[in-house]
Every structure is written in structure tokens, then in C-alpha cells.
T-cell receptor, first 114, second 113 residues
């Protein structure tokens, strides 16, 4: 299994602070993706980082990838109340044989206190 | 922005009945996926579909499950004889190509009674 596992499981911070979530996985990957899920809704794609990349930015999001440690982190800067959601990492092992399913972690539930 | 749409949003079915969940992927995407999320648990991969055939499937995707792309826009998941443990949120996703972001619909909540 190439499961991603996030930590912490839950994180509560004040609005304006930065939030950092971590993800670990077990096997070689092609890419790692971060998703957000608001309660009762679908998964929203945030950012994809490939195995040959070390860092990627998108707006207030910063993702790092350390393939030697099989870990990734998601940093949300200047958090807002609207960032309250569950955040998941998902790994993609490229098989070269077509469409590859993602393996998701359990997620970090982020609460931004106003 | 293009999005994946799923219908119905909520389906209630008696155990043993057949159910079909429907999805309209993003129009220029070529790769299609089904996932499920049992309440409080991880999102789990079920099956992927490309070029009119199953590309990959998980252990969960047993003989009671099937997928179909009946026309140029729809992608369906059929569960032949539902069980109580099939109760979950079912998500459809699509991607433009291999290794590209997968875009998810809002899901169908399936409740088996």
C-alpha cells in the first residue's frame, strides 16, 4: 500500500496565522496532490507536485516534497475562516498502463478561529 | 470553470436492489474514476476508465460493481445487488491525461436500508 497519512489529524488556529499540515507515504510516487474538502462536499484540487519537484506555490499555498523521506507538507499562509475544511494528500503511482487511482490519507481537519 | 456533475445527490435504496450512479465528467477529459468515502473514513479508489475500458480497479471493485460510458458524456457506476456496507459517498472524478489533476464531483450519498 502506498497510503498517504496526514498529521496532525486536527488543527485549530487563529485567523491570520499560518497552518502547516504534513503527509507521509510509503512507496515511490509519480506525483502527490493536495485536496480540500468542505463538510458534505466534494474534493477540490489544490496543488499537484511531481516527484522531481521539491517545492511549489499557488497563491497562499506552499507545498514541499521530500522523496527521500517520503513526505510532503502543505503550508497555508495568512489563514482565513473560509480555509476551514479537511485537507488530504493523495499519491499517484504512475504505472504507465492508463488511468491510475489516487491513494488518499485520512486528512487533517483544519479549523480557523475568527 | 468546467466541473464534474453527479446525480442524484442522494440515493436511498433497499438492500439487494440495483443502483446506478451517474456522472458527467469535464467534457475534454479522457480519464474517469470512481471513489467512495464511508462516513468518517478515507476516500478509497474503486476504478478508473480510459479508452472505453477499465484501466485499474481496487479490491473493493468486485463483481457486483460495473462501470459504463454509455454515450459521449455520461459515466456510470452500477451496483448490482446493494449491501448495507455499500452505504457511502461516491465520488466521480476526471482528468485530462495521465498524471494530471483529478477533478471531483460533489458526490452521491448512497444510503442502503
Amino acid at each position: 500500500s502506498q497510503q498517504g497519512e496526514e498529521d496532525p489529524q486536527a488543527l485549530s488556529i487563529q485567523e491570520g496565522e499560518n497552518a502547516t499540515m504534513n503527509c507521509s507515504y510509503k512507496t515511490s510516487i509519480n506525483n502527490l496532490q493536495w485536496y480540500r474538502q468542505n463538510s458534505g462536499r466534494g474534493l477540490v484540487h489544490l496543488i499537484l507536485i511531481r516527484s522531481n519537484e521539491r517545492e511549489k506555490h499557488s497563491g497562499r499555498l506552499r507545498v514541499t516534497l521530500d522523496t527521500s523521506k517520503k513526505s510532503s507538507s502543505l503550508l497555508i499562509t495568512a489563514s482565513r475562516a473560509a480555509d476551514t475544511a479537511s485537507y488530504f494528500c493523495a499519491t499517484d503511482w504512475y504505472s504507465g498502463g492508463g488511468a491510475d487511482g489516487l491513494t488518499f490519507g485520512k486528512g487533517t481537519h483544519l479549523i480557523i478561529q475568527p | 470553470e468546467p466541473e464534474v456533475t453527479q446525480t442524484p445527490s442522494h440515493q436511498v435504496t433497499q438492500m439487494g436492489q440495483e443502483v446506478i450512479l451517474r456522472c458527467v465528467p469535464i467534457s475534454n477529459h479522457l480519464y474517469f474514476y470512481w471513489y467512495r468515502q464511508i462516513l468518517g473514513q478515507k476516500v478509497e479508489f474503486l476504478v478508473s476508465f480510459y479508452n472505453n475500458e477499465i484501466s485499474e480497479k481496487s479490491e473493493i471493485f468486485d463483481d457486483q460493481f460495473s462501470v459504463e460510458r454509455p454515450d459521449g458524456s455520461n459515466f456510470t457506476l452500477k451496483i448490482r445487488s446493494t449491501k448495507l456496507e455499500d452505504s457511502a459517498m461516491y465520488f466521480c472524478a476526471s482528468s485530462a491525461s495521465e498524471g494530471q489533476p483529478q477533478h471531483f464531483g460533489d458526490g452521491t450519498r448512497l444510503s442502503i436500508l
